[in-house]
């Protein structure tokens, strides 16, 4: 099967759409309403210089996509990745504007990121690349504007130093209030406790949700986890409390099978060190196709999008799929699995927990309070509940699956927005 199984020229924008336009036609959207989230409101791209180890200077690209404010300030990760590309941002950023609709979170959506490798360049270039980044973005972010947080290649570390170039740039005696230009932090420079895990805390509450709701004892149940980074590793830590063990893994250098089910601290701690699962000593090295035909119970992806196509759907043998992943099914993967009878928890609700906590963070930082991390998790728990249970209801009433369910209260939100705002002037 190899890593070319699924659609080279994807174009998941389109794919994006194509849930709004059934979504809108469901909710009867007002036509100039679904075309006005169609597009994203601004498209960014810069080109900046970063001098290298080796003193030579190279150009980079950046990009953000700010998709939709009517709800609160763009908000959305920072991507470091060579995939980087307009067109899978402004998929995202549109995601992200669903998914803080969906959530009832005072914000809208944006995405952005370099397009590098972030496994080839070392930990000072990292940090140039994000300060300049940062620098060409000027003020088309803020703390009441835009605000960034991580994604796949960030982390707390580059959100700090995004923060503190932002915070540099902005003149003395009002830098300790741009704290909040990005969330995600470390926790001693202005991070919420929970928020590392948030993510994968959100999915793992669907997955308490779903179990509930289907008299399914989640004790002894087996997971496949696709993707070890922050949400992959938190995920089957998360699991294992509960008793779920993962039994197969994976990410960009290949896939372990580990029947008796791998410990996610050590495994965690490898990726850390290492950078990536290979050459872990537990386990045995599986192939691609191997691990989607691993019989589980749960089945997380956790890395890209347009992971699960058609082969993948046909190969996977689990009862639950929660997409911790933006956009792991392409439409053809998405159209098996539905008609194979296999339930798939969205990603606007599944991983919204991150930009929850992101939230959280936010509001720490504008009323320079800290919260204990039961404070945290409980809002999280409380909101990833009545979230689930939302999607759930409007699934069931209108007979529809929980994707378009989801994207339905998302649009009904912006719309209702919209309807009461009316169009400037
Ligand atoms: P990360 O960079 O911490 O981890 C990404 C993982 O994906 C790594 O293990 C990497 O090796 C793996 N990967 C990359 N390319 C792959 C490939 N071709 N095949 C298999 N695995 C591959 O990123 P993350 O923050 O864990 O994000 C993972 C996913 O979750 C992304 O879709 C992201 O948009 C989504 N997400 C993240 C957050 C968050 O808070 N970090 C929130 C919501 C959604």
Redesign the pocket.
Known sequence: MG?STVEPEYRFFEVVRGYVERAAGLIGLPDHVRDMLSEPKNELIVHFPVVMDDGKMRMFKGYRIQHNNILGPYKG?M?F?V?VSLDDLKA?GAMMTWKCALMGIPFGGAKGGVKCDTRAISHDELRRITRRFTHALGSNIGPSYDIP???????AQVMVWMMDTYMNSTGNVTKNAQRAVVT?KTVTCGGSLGREK??SQGVVHCITEWAKEHRFDLEGKTAII????????NASLLLAKLGVSTIAI????GYLRHDEGFNAHKVGDH?RTHG??ANYPHGSVIS?EDFFATPADIFIP????N?VGEAEANALTVSLIAE?????LNPKGEEILAQRGIPVIP?ILA?????TV?YYEWVQNLRSERWDLEEVDGRLEKAMTEAYQRVMYVARERKIDPRLAAYSIAMENLGTAYAERGIFP
């Open positions: 890593e990760g991507r990745h995939s995202l947080a991580p994604d796949v290649g960030t982390n995600g948030a993510t696709q993707g070890f980074g922050n949400v992959g590793c994976g990410d960009h250098s990726v990536s699962i691609r956790a890395a890209l999008e992971q911790g992943a933006n956009g792991p990603d991983n919204s927990g991150g930009v992101s």
